[in-house]
């Protein structure tokens, strides 16, 4: 009898076993843990200000100046939208583009040639996606761009107005596809004046090159300095002539 009472027991055990494993694996599905956003606790990118510039008729250039204070974490690709309203406040048309941009960076953006079939009075700026990337050590180091020798010259020629030119020097040591060089021309108060963008191609590590941008109409104001920014898109592999990878990527929506 005890003998049977143990085979009992033990034949329970091993089917209770089997039916417990089954429920673990097949019915009962404990909740994952999440994995930490790393992104969470970024700050949003901040528009400091806009200036939309009535070049002749009904054609304008727009800037935008814009900051991202967090160290860590850039983008490569922030994605935004302008819409543009006339003067009863309809909105007539809207446009939308993209800027890269890298931790701790403040920088302007240009969208220059802006034409339209009547007057605009205002254009809106709104980002709506930050696709936040924490960078590569040894990418960030590409950031070393500086412009010097800045140069204004009234230009006689027929159709032409002015130039500025300058030298840009790349101080790392990687060698860089393209650099974009964006020009402001600020009047006494600070204020936007003029605004023209152009690209260095090629740009080795530890050298100087040379750029210019040319104005066709006159300026809406007194020139009274320049501003000349030189970056580079150091997040995509290919704008180096050699290979850097190992970026994380974190998609943000506005």
């Known amino acids: 009898m005890a003998r049977q009472i143990i085979v009992a027991l033990v034949f329970f055990l091993l089917v209770g076993g089997i039916g417990f494993g089954f429920y673990r694996g097949f019915i009962?599905?404990?909740?994952p843990t999440p994995t930490p956003n790393p992104t969470i606790n970024l700050v949003p990118?901040?528009?400091i200000f806009t200036k939309l510039l009535n070049i002749e008729n009904n054609d304008y250039d727009f800037l935008a100046k814009v900051s991202n204070s967090?160290?860590?974490?850039?983008?490569?690709a922030v994605e935004y939208e302008m819409s543009f309203y006339d003067f009863a406040g309809q909105s007539i048309s809207s446009k939308t583009g993209s800027f890269y941009i890298l931790p701790g960076q403040t920088k302007y953006i240009v969208e220059p040639l802006l034409k339209f079939q009547s007057p605009i009075s205002r254009a809106d700026f709104k980002i709506k996606s930050v696709d936040w990337q924490k960078l590569q050590p040894l990418a960030a180091t590409a950031a070393t761009l500086l412009t010097r020798n800045i140069a204004h010259s009234q230009v006689s020629?027929?159709?032409?107005?002015?130039?500025?030119?300058?030298?840009?020097?790349?101080g790392s040591d990687l060698d860089i596809n393209k650099v974009d060089v964006a020009i402001v021309v600020l009047d006494a108060n600070q204020e936007p004046i003029a605004v023209n963008k152009t690209n260095i191609f090629t740009f080795l590590a530890r050298t100087s090159r040379g750029f210019?941008?040319?104005?066709?109409?006159?300026?809406?104001?007194?020139m009274n300095r320049i501003d000349a920014e030189a970056n580079a898109n150091v997040f995509e592999n290919s704008n180096f002539l050699r290979t850097y990878?190992?970026?994380?990527?974190?998609k943000q929506l506005y």
């Open 28 to 31: 009962y599905s404990p909740t």
């Open 45 to 47: 990118i901040q528009v």
């Open 70 to 76: 967090n160290t860590g974490y850039g983008s490569p």
């Open 157 to 170: 020629q027929l159709g032409i107005f002015a130039k500025v030119g300058g030298r840009g020097f790349n």
């Open 212 to 222: 210019e941008v040319t104005w066709f109409t006159p300026f809406v104001g007194q």
């Open 245 to 250: 990878g190992g970026q994380e990527r974190f």
